[in-house]
């Protein structure tokens, strides 16, 4: 099985704020990989797939990038409603989850 | 519109067995390339994926769970059904079902359902 590891898991950011989370794959998943953002009490809502195509209605400060086993998704100016847990899920075989990185205030 | 309703009973004895119905709206699960997924989640806990089932009926399964689970559906009533037996309280979690495309050699799943929360519990 492949494992998904996301750093940090916890994160602290002010609104304007830059953010950068990191994904990694206990193997090369090539661009097969998603980002989503998850808010409580909600389902999560797609962001980004293939590692970098946006999904249709996401604003354009979210961008995906990397390929083979790290990633990387960046949010370039942090707005009010950022603030919520983030996971990146491989799919080259299967699905995986990673741990989750919550974007706190 | 997409729509997808998860519904199931809300708490299940240890030992039992689970089942769960996705009704969903806006899609065929006839159409070439598209599937249906299951996803849970423990309280505050992390996502887990369980089950897929495609178009021409394929079905896969997390290979730490398929000894439990089964997924099947009926495209005449826009429904998707898993079970998972032999329930115990570490199944405790929301299960979410959602739309699985597979476009241009990628998947996503771009609709999810509210979830359901199952709880195990004697």
């Known amino acids: 099985d492949i494992q998904m590891t996301q750093s940090p898991s916890t994160l602290s950011a002010s609104v304007g704020d830059r953010v950068t989370i990191t994904c990694r794959a206990s193997?090369?998943?090539?661009?097969?990989l998603a980002w989503y953002q998850q808010k409580p009490g909600k389902a999560p809502k797609i962001l980004i797939y293939?590692?970098?195509s946006l999904e249709s209605g996401v604003p354009s400060r979210f961008s995906g990038s990397g390929s083979g086993t790290e990633f990387t998704l960046t949010i370039s100016s942090l707005q009010p409603d950022d603030f919520a847990t983030y996971y990146c899920q491989q799919y080259k075989n299967y699905f995986t989850f990673g741990p989750g990185t919550k974007v706190e205030i | 519109q997409v729509t997808l309703r998860e519904s199931g009973p809300a708490l299940v004895k240890p030992t039992q067995t689970l089942t769960l119905t996705c009704n969903f709206s806006?899609?065929?699960?006839?159409?070439?390339?598209?599937?249906v997924s299951w996803i849970r989640q423990p309280p505050g806990k992390a996502l887990e994926w369980l089950a897929r089932?495609?178009?021409?009926?394929?079905?896969y399964y997390s290979t730490s769970l398929e000894t439990r689970l089964t997924i099947s559906k009926d495209t005449s009533k826009n429904q998707v059904v898993l079970t998972m037996t032999n329930m115990d309280p570490v199944d405790t979690a929301t299960y979410f079902c959602?739309?699985?495309?597979?476009?241009?050699?990628?998947?996503?799943?771009?609709?999810w359902g509210q979830g359901a929360l199952v709880t195990v519990s004697s």
């Open positions: 959602a739309r699985t495309p597979y476009i241009s050699g990628s998947y996503r799943f771009d609709y």
């Open positions: 806006g899609f065929s699960l006839s159409t070439s390339g598209m599937c």
């Open positions: 293939k590692a970098s």
């Open positions: 089932i495609d178009w021409d009926d394929d079905k």
């Open positions: 193997q090369s998943i090539s661009s097969w």
